[in-house]
């Protein structure tokens, strides 16, 4: 997927994103400064893709009665700014300048509340297994965007199991940091 001419305009939505409207926000404190990027994977169920449980979830709509593996979820209200499927479509849910739902109990660098200060992308995905490539192009593309509104974002990238040690474990081992990372600093690549 293209992802040319990817911008982040003033209301704090991405230009290509498909847009979903989640209730799951409310507004970052006061004099705020978007610091930090958070890395997520998930998937519903588990490892299974061809299905949009996931924006269902968000977007409080998911009947948790369908799986089992669901349960645990039906009360939970959470969303994420962002959520990039396998096929690398972008989907927005919160925009940037509200505070959306995806850190929980989280620390960076001794403050806490990551989701105050932080943007959050999820990846379709497990954190036992690896990525799609459209999805290292869609994020290298986003996080682009986003770093060049936000550039004391840049150095500050982590995934969520960094900011909750004990109780996270995504995006796990299957996502290629090194991949990523160099394809967000390369001034050359710019798909
Ligand atoms: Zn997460």
Redesign the pocket.
Known sequence: MAMTGLKLTADGWINIATKYHSPNYNDRPENTTISLLVI?C?SLPEGCYDNDNVEYFFLNKLDCSQNSSFQTLQNMRVSSHFYIKRDGEILQFVSINKRAW?AGLSEYKGQTNCNDFSIGIELQGTDKTSFTDEQYQSIASLSKALIYVYPQIKGNVVG?QDIAPNR?T?PGVGFDWRRFMTSVLDPENDN
């Open positions: 997520h998930i995806h969520h996270k995504d």
